[in-house]
C-alpha cells in the first residue's frame, strides 16, 4: 500500500493507470468505522485497483464547528486501509492541498441550502470542492458514498452528472452499531448518557417506516409518527432536532405522499454533537440503499 | 473529421486514446475568425489529437446580452475547423448539454466580480462551469485560449489550479485585423463609422505602452494617457469606457507601478457593441503574451 502526500505525484501515478485499470475511490475525513470499511470493502470488489483518501476538509467546516477536535487517528487509519488492501492512500496536507489564495468553488444550488445545508452554511459547498479536487486528483472510474450522509450523497451524484464527470456514483448501505445507532465518526463525542438518547433517532425512523409498511402514505403523518419518537427520546434541555423531513432522494424536495424515491431524514443535537440519520422507504431493502444502484 | 454532438459519446471516443495521444483543445462559441485560428494551428502543433468545441453557453450571456443574436455560423465553422485538420468537432446542443434543472456552477470568487464581471454580472461564473463541463467531457491535455479575452484566460489558469485539474493552460497572442482592430466575433456588428471610433481600443493601448517604453513606470500616469487618446477617438453621445486598468496578470490586482507581471485592460462600448482589448507591459513581445509560457 501506498501512502501519498503530494497531490501531483499521486496524480501522475494514477494517471497511468487511465484506460487499463479500474479505479474505485473511497473518499474520507478518516476516523474510519465499519461504514467506511464497507465502502472500501465493496471498491476493492469491484475494482482493480482502490485508492482511499483521508483528508479533514476544512472548507466544509463553520467557523463554530468541530475541525480541530475532529478525530484524526491516522495510525490506526492507515492500519485498517492496509488490512483491506487499499492500494493508495492519498493523505494531503491542508496547505499543500489549499494553496493560500484559494478561490473556486463548486456549488450545487438549491440543494446545497437546504435540510442540513440550512443549519450548516457553506458545508455543502465545501464538499463539493473538495470532491471536484479529489476527483480531479485521482481521476476514478467509480466513487463511493455512504448512505448515512444522503444529502451529500444525492448533492455530488447531482453534480456529477451536471458537470459530465465520467465517474459512476455508488451509495452503499448505512452500518449500524449493535445496538442501532448509525456509525459516525462524531459518535466518540456521546457520553454514554447521550449515547442512550441518541438511539432515539433510528428508532423515531423505524416507527415511522413500520407505519408505512401499514400502509400510511401521507408523509406528514410519518414525519409527524417520527418526531413523537424522537421528543419521547431526547431531553429537551440538553438536545434539539434541526430537522425531520420525508424527501424526494433525487431532488431532496419535501414529500406530500410516499412514493417510490422517498426517504425520511432526521438531524438532532444531542448535547453538542449533531447526529444525523435516514431511512429509505423500500421494504425489498429495508430502508436501505439499494447499493446496486 | 469528426462531428460529434453527444457528450456522452465523444466523452467515450476520447477517453480510449488517454494516455496514448496528446489531446490539445480549443473551446470555442464559434464564429471562428483568425485569432481562434491560431489557437487551432497551436494545437495541432502540439498534440495528436485536436478537439474543437462550439458552443454558444447561454450561461454567460446575461439577459440583457447578445445570446440570440450571436453569429453562429456553423457550415462555415465545420469547413475552417476542417481545413485546420481538427480531428474531432464537440458541437453539443443546448439542451442536451445543461439537462434541465442544472443546478451546479464553478466560480472562481473575487477574480469573477471586477473588470468585466462588474459589467457582465454571472458572465465568468457562466464561462468557468461550461469549461469545467467541457474539460471533463474531453479531458484534454493541453487547452488554448486567446489573450484577447485575459481575464477569461486568467481566470480559468486559477480554476485549474485551485481544483487540480491536470490540464496545461496555454494562453495565445491576440490576434488583430489590418486596422489593429482585435479580433473578435463581436465585431460583425459594427457599421463602418463605429469600427473606426473603435480603432480608437488599439490606439490608446499602444500610447500607453510606448509612454512605458520611454521609461514611464506610474500606473495612473498610463492609465490617463489612455483615457485621453480614447476619449478623443469615442464618440462620448453614443460611446461609453466601461474601464481602463493597469492590472497585474495573475491576481488581476490593480497596479500602482508597473512591474513584470502587468498589463493594460479596457472596454469600451461602441454603441451598442461591448468590446475589449489589451496589451501587456513586454517589450520584447512588443505588449503580447508570451505564449510559451
Same mark, same amino acid.
Given at each position: 500500500m501506498k501512502i501519498i502526500r503530494d497531490p501531483v505525484k499521486i496524480q501522475n501515478l494514477l494517471s497511468k493507470f487511465s484506460n487499463k485499470k479500474k479505479i474505485g475511490f473511497v473518499p474520507t475525513m478518516g476516523a474510519l468505522h465499519e461504514g467506511h470499511l464497507s465502502l472500501i470493502r465493496k471498491a476493492r470488489k469491484e475494482n482493480d485497483i482502490v485508492v482511499v483518501s483521508i483528508f479533514v476538509n476544512p472548507l466544509q467546516f463553520g467557523p463554530k464547528e468541530d475541525f480541530k477536535k475532529y478525530p484524526r487517528p491516522i495510525k490506526k487509519d492507515l492500519y485498517l486501509c492496509k488490512k483491506e488492501n487499499v492500494d493508495f492512500v492519498f493523505y494531503p &496536507?491542508?496547505?499543500?492541498?489549499?494553496? %493560500?489564495?484559494? *478561490?473556486? =468553488?463548486?456549488?450545487?444550488?438549491?440543494?446545497?441550502?437546504?435540510?442540513?445545508?440550512?443549519?450548516?452554511?457553506?458545508?455543502?459547498?465545501?464538499?463539493?470542492? /473538495?470532491?471536484?479536487?479529489?476527483?480531479?486528483?485521482?481521476? +476514478?472510474? /467509480? #466513487?463511493? =458514498?455512504?448512505?448515512? &450522509?444522503?444529502?451529500? #450523497?444525492?448533492?455530488?451524484?447531482?453534480?456529477?452528472? &451536471? *458537470?459530465? =464527470? +465520467?465517474?459512476?456514483? %455508488?451509495?452503499? +448501505?448505512?452500518?449500524?452499531?449493535?445496538?442501532?445507532?448509525? *456509525? !459516525? !465518526?462524531?459518535?466518540?463525542y456521546l457520553n454514554p448518557e447521550e449515547r442512550k438518547r441518541a438511539l432515539s433517532l433510528y428508532r423515531s425512523l423505524k416507527e415511522g417506516f413500520n407505519l408505512w409498511s401499514k400502509g400510511e402514505k401521507n408523509a406528514k403523518k410519518i414525519q409527524r409518527c417520527i418526531l413523537n419518537v424522537l421528543y419521547e427520546g431526547i431531553d429537551t434541555k440538553k438536545d434539539s432536532i434541526d430537522y425531520v423531513e420525508i424527501i424526494d432522494t433525487e431532488s431532496l424536495e419535501k414529500k406530500e405522499i410516499i412514493d417510490k424515491k422517498s426517504a425520511a431524514v432526521i438531524a438532532v443535537r444531542i448535547g453538542s454533537t449533531r447526529l444525523i440519520d435516514n431511512i429509505i422507504f423500500d421494504k425489498d431493502s429495508n430502508g436501505l440503499y439499494n447499493s446496486n444502484d
Open positions: &496536507d491542508v496547505k499543500s492541498y489549499y494553496k %493560500k489564495d484559494h *478561490l473556486t =468553488f463548486v456549488e450545487v444550488e438549491k440543494l446545497s441550502s437546504i435540510l442540513c445545508g440550512r443549519y450548516r452554511k457553506g458545508h455543502f459547498k465545501g464538499v463539493t470542492t /473538495v470532491v471536484t479536487k479529489l476527483f480531479n486528483t485521482v481521476k +476514478p472510474d /467509480v #466513487a463511493y =458514498f455512504g448512505q448515512k &450522509d444522503l444529502q451529500q #450523497a444525492i448533492i455530488i451524484k447531482k453534480m456529477v452528472e &451536471d *458537470l459530465n =464527470f +465520467p465517474i459512476k456514483i %455508488k451509495i452503499s +448501505p448505512i452500518v449500524r452499531d449493535s445496538d442501532g445507532l448509525a *456509525l !459516525s !465518526s462524531r459518535n466518540v
